[in-house]
């Protein structure tokens, strides 16, 4: 069973820059596609970014598209999300979640599309 573990999260000022890390447990992680998605008390949940298991493809949220970075290592089985220039509007629960199939778009925040997803770290943007 593959277990994922976020973190990374913590308070930092608008402009600022954060790294998640998104640890996997289990020998599937290089064959999952790997993905970050927000949780907001006002927004719900909100799909942030993508990124394939082979082939290097990754996509993003229009919100987000140009500051932030997903990348993945599969030969440490973890998957990243670089914050740069971050806003007040970026805080939230940022959860990583793995699965074998491909979603890419606004309509990737339910939870039943993923075969995993972590527990969770908090991010907060505020001055």
């Known amino acids: 069973q593959l277990q994922l573990v976020e973190s990374g999260g913590g308070l930092v000022q608008p402009g600022g820059s954060l790294r998640l890390s998104c640890a996997a447990s289990?020998?599937?992680?290089?064959?999952?596609?790997m993905f970050w998605i927000r949780q907001t008390p006002g927004k719900g949940l909100e799909w942030v970014s993508s990124?394939?298991?082979?082939?290097?493809?990754?996509t993003y949220a229009d919100s987000v598209r140009g500051r932030f970075t997903i990348s993945r290592d599969n030969a440490k089985n973890t998957v990243y999300l670089q914050m740069n220039n971050l806003k007040p509007e970026d805080t939230a629960v940022y959860y990583c979640?793995?699965?074998?199939?491909?979603?890419?778009?606004?309509?990737?925040?339910?939870?039943?599309?993923?075969?995993?997803w972590g527990q969770g770290t908090q991010v907060t943007v505020s001055s």
């Open positions: 289990g020998f599937t992680f290089p064959d999952l596609h």
């Open positions: 990124a394939e298991s082979h082939g290097g493809r990754t």
């Open positions: 979640a793995g699965s074998k199939n491909w979603c890419s778009g606004y309509v990737c925040y339910e939870k039943f599309l993923y075969d995993y």
